[in-house]
């Protein structure tokens, strides 16, 4: 699979050879609209490539230049909930790392365990926890990409979270930073289970990027994480939750995530 989707990616990509890589959440698309020189590849020309069905993903690469740096942007990802296997987004990554990409970029919309980081804000993801019983790297390992038992020590690059923190300051805006709880989905968790998540450390809570994140460490490549707060977690706020939410507060975060991205980039 990942042979067929790297001969198909090479093929649409032509001469581009990007080494950085950007993940896209939900409502979150519009990083893409800040790329030069862009080649749009929808999903569906990628053999073996699968399709996202989720509002909010638009279900395509974009190829091009950032601050003269190549980027391949992945406007919509997949998840666990949508019947796609941990093992479907390692061969993504996995795809990604034989094609040459050395960093990647992800972003995600997540729920705020925190009043005061409210919808609309920013959070750097510093740490995950995984308690979901899955992992993109269940099986035989392929010693090519990475080793057995790879270390976790420094999955969150500590100088690409650096180089975020510089550029948030300069922007003017406040960069939170905290842990990344991973729920499988599709439900919203109950008030309940986001008292235990705080208890355990958690600042948010979302439903991605620890799959792309554990897949990515095992392949040796740097990686950064934000969050876009969307919503207050269940029974920090009145509201009930849902998908229109997390688009809607997701536009509000888009603005300041865009121009977080774009500065760092040309920082690196």
Same mark, same amino acid.
């Given at each position: 699979?990942?042979?067929?989707?790297?001969?198909?990616?090479?093929?649409?990509?032509?001469? $581009?050879?990007? =080494?950085?890589?950007? @993940?896209?959440?939900?409502?979150?698309?519009?990083? +893409?609209? *800040?790329?030069?020189?862009?080649?749009?590849?929808?999903?569906?020309?990628?053999?073996?490539?699968?399709?996202?069905?989720?509002?909010?993903?638009?279900?395509?690469?974009?190829?091009?230049?950032?601050?003269?740096?190549?980027?391949?942007?992945?406007?919509?990802?997949?998840?666990?909930?949508?019947?796609?296997?941990?093992?479907?987004?390692?061969?993504?990554? $996995?795809?990604? =790392?034989?094609?040459? @990409?050395?960093?990647?970029?992800?972003?995600?919309? +997540?729920? *705020?365990?925190?009043?005061?980081?409210?919808?609309?804000?920013?959070m750097l993801i510093n740490d995950h926890i995984n308690f979901s019983g899955l992992n993109p790297l269940i099986g035989p390992n392929d010693e090519e990409f990475g080793p057995r038992f790879p270390d976790m020590t420094n999955a969150y690059n500590e100088d690409l979270q650096e180089i975020m923190f510089e550029n948030a300051k300069a922007l003017g805006f406040k960069l939170y930073k905290g842990s990344y709880f991973f729920c499988i989905g599709p439900n919203f968790e109950t008030a309940a289970e986001i008292k235990s998540i705080k208890r355990l450390g958690a600042s948010a809570v979302g439903m991605s990027t620890v799959p792309e994140v554990i897949a990515a460490a095992h392949c040796g490549m740097k990686i950064v994480a934000v969050s876009a707060i969307t919503n207050l977690a269940t029974g920090l706020s009145k509201t009930k939750q849902s998908h229109e939410e997390t688009i809607r507060n997701g536009k509000l975060a888009a603005q300041n995530l865009t121009n977080l991205i774009i500065n760092s980039i040309k920082d690196l």
């Open positions: 699979m990942i042979e067929r989707i790297v001969k198909s990616l090479k093929e649409q990509l032509g001469k $581009r050879t990007p =080494k950085i890589a950007i @993940i896209l959440g939900s409502g979150l698309g519009g990083v +893409a609209d *800040s790329i030069q020189d862009k080649v749009i590849i929808p999903y569906h020309k990628i053999k073996d490539f699968p399709v996202s069905t989720v509002q909010g993903h638009s279900g395509q690469f974009v190829c091009g230049k950032i601050h003269e740096t190549e980027v391949l942007c992945m406007q919509g990802r997949f998840h666990l909930y949508e019947g796609y296997s941990a093992k479907t987004i390692s061969h993504i990554i $996995r795809s990604f =790392k034989t094609i040459g @990409i050395q960093t990647i970029f992800i972003t995600n919309a +997540a729920g *705020s365990l925190h009043k005061r980081m409210k919808p609309g804000s920013l």
